[in-house]
């Protein structure tokens, strides 16, 4: 039972142009959503999150939306450089349940063309 | 960065054989998560562990133990290893009150079972 779920395994984009990755999860207790970004050979870096209390998060051009009562959020940036090329994680937690622990969805790729 | 080594970052080993990987972090961070990220899976966690001794089980748990006997190592040991245990490992720590809801990663171990 996949508690999150990113339905896009990869997406390409012009340098310059929006990228929307989005995510969709299921389970109503999640409070609390990430965005991890993973280069080859690399862990995975936070990138952005947002806590469901907001439906909006901006960290330079990295911009999270929620939409709590679709269960879906995105995360859109720009403009797209070729060095945003990576695997995108979404992830989310009951931030008021045990551990702390996430969920994590199977990622998508991005490759930004130059 | 919260100062995450994972050692070894490659091994070879055969069917059958114990292995252990170690994660060491500096940070004096409380929990600790192993997870695996497999093709089409994403990232799945093994177990994770809460403070020094405590220790829990989570979704792919199977095959794996885990010891925590100081704050700072985590060790992940396979009993006896199978080729479906080739994955790359990641540890993570989760970051202190202010950043409670986000783990950080260490750089991965690519572990092959032939």
């Known amino acids: 039972d996949q508690q999150v779920k990113q339905n896009s395994p990869s997406l390409s984009v012009q340098e310059g142009r929006i990228s929307i990755l989005n995510c969709d999860y299921t389970n109503s207790m999640f409070d609390y959503f990430l965005w991890y970004k993973k280069y080859p050979a690399e862990g995975p870096t936070f990138l952005i999150s947002i806590s469901s209390i907001k439906d909006k998060n901006e960290d330079g051009r990295f911009t999270v939306f929620l939409n709590k009562s679709a269960k879906h959020l995105s995360l859109h940036i720009v403009p797209s450089q070729p060095g945003d090329s990576a695997v995108y994680f979404c992830?989310?937690?009951?931030?008021?349940?045990?551990?702390?622990?996430?969920?994590f969805g199977k990622g998508t790729l991005l490759t930004v063309n130059p | 960065d919260a100062g995450i080594t994972q050692s070894p970052r490659h091994k070879v080993t055969e069917t059958g054989t114990p292995v252990t990987l170690r994660c060491h972090q500096t940070?004096?961070?409380?929990?600790m998560y192993w997870y695996r990220q497999d093709p089409g899976h994403g990232l799945r966690l093994i177990h994770y562990?809460?403070?020094?001794?405590?220790?829990d089980k989570g979704e792919v748990s199977d095959g794996y133990s885990v010891s925590r006997s100081k704050t700072e190592d985590f060790l992940l040991t396979l009993e006896s290893a199978t080729s479906s245990q080739t994955s790359v490992y990641f540890c993570a720590t989760r970051g202190q009150e202010l950043a409670k809801n986000i783990q950080y990663f260490g750089a991965g171990t690519r572990l092959s079972v032939l």
């Open positions: 940070e004096n961070h409380r929990y």
């Open positions: 562990s809460y403070g020094v001794k405590d220790t």
């Open positions: 992830a989310a937690t009951d931030s008021g349940g045990s551990n702390y622990k996430l969920t």
